[in-house]
């Protein structure tokens, strides 16, 4: 529903303020200021991409998970399809995104949002785990198998109820 409301809001939004800001500057100046903002936010776009895949590949080289890195990167790339977007209001919250203190407070609200919604699944490295999470009390299920490094992980299962039957070790 909110994606349907951005879907109208947005497009109407940009509207009135092209018309608006035409208005005062006038429309060739306008259409300039826009195709400004694409060039500069493409420029942007490369530059922090660049930068946030290396970081990923360094992390990756010292074999740890690039959490952050992988979010920064939707962001950074979100930001480029908002600023090539035309319209003031999509190049403001495309450069916002490219604002590395705002994606780490967008972050931790969406990971609040996750927590907060019970379930979430996360693979990493040779295991496999499955994560349930009560938002109500502070206890973590899950269910996890080891896998060797050199084997694809299984497949997700549910094995039921813990107990003397179904814990593999």
């Known amino acids: 529903m909110v994606l349907l409301l951005a879907f109208i809001i947005v497009p ?7 018309v608006h800001v035409g208005g005062l500057i ?11 903002t694409a060039a500069i936010g493409t420029a942007l776009f490369r530059a ?10 360094d992390i990756l080289a010292q074999g740890g998970f690039p959490a952050k890195e ?3 990167g939707i962001c950074v790339l979100l930001a480029g399809v908002l600023l090539l ?3 003031f209001v999509t190049d403001a919250l495309g450069l916002a995104l490219l ?3 705002l994606r780490v407070r967008i972050g ?15 693979h990493v490295g040779g295991s496999h785990g ?16 080891e896998v060797p490094a050199d084997s694809d992980p299984p497949p997700a299962q549910h094995l039921g109820k813990p107990g003397p039957g179904n814990i593999r070790r």
């Open 99 to 101: 604002v590395p203190g």
């Open 108 to 122: 931790r609200i969406l990971w609040h949002l996750v927590r907060r919604s019970g379930n979430f699944e996360m």
């Open 85 to 87: 977007t035309p319209g």
């Open 26 to 36: 006038g429309a060739w100046q306008t259409i300039g200021l826009v195709v400004l």
């Open 130 to 145: 499955t994560w349930s999470h009560a938002s109500d009390d502070n206890v973590i299920e899950g269910e996890f198998s």
């Open 12 to 18: 109407i939004a940009e509207i009135a303020l092209l």
């Open 70 to 72: 992988l979010f920064d």
């Open 48 to 57: 922090q991409g660049f930068r946030v895949m290396m970081r990923a590949q």
